[in-house]
């Protein structure tokens, strides 16, 4: 069992920036590939970025891709979103996820954990 616990979302104004953090309990976090993902109201879930175990493999969207990183350290059990150049549409409530022993996914359906998310709200 694995939970999940994301902060430091907040407001901040178009161009700004603001790093995620997800921080995880147990003691295999370096076994499972995490993810974030986004939630617009009135939209569907999206993936926006995930990471191996290792770190050596990333994802993103085409969406984030060049403004956002992801990174973890797994002494720390934690996992970051660095989020850059925001944009309002970037607005959503941001949570992440866990999968055990997977390749990091842009599917949500792939990953065990999830968090409760944090929001992330972008004034133009």
């Known amino acids: 069992q694995v939970q999940l616990v994301e902060s430091g979302g907040g407001l901040v104004q178009a161009g700004g920036s603001l790093r995620l953090s997800c921080a995880a309990s147990g003691r295999t976090f370096s076994r499972y590939a995490m993810g974030w993902f986004r939630q617009a109201p009135g939209k569907e879930r999206e993936f926006v970025a995930a990471?191996?175990?290792?770190?050596?493999?990333?994802k993103f969207s085409s969406s984030v891709k060049g403004r956002f990183t992801i990174s973890r350290d797994n002494a720390k059990n934690t996992v970051y979103l660095q989020m850059n150049s925001l944009k309002p549409e970037d607005t959503a409530v941001y949570s992440c996820a866990a999968a055990y022993f997977r390749t990091p996914s842009v599917r949500d359906d792939e990953y065990d954990y999830w968090g409760q998310g944090t929001q992330v709200t972008v004034s133009s």
């Open positions: 990471i191996s175990w290792s770190g050596g493999t990333t």
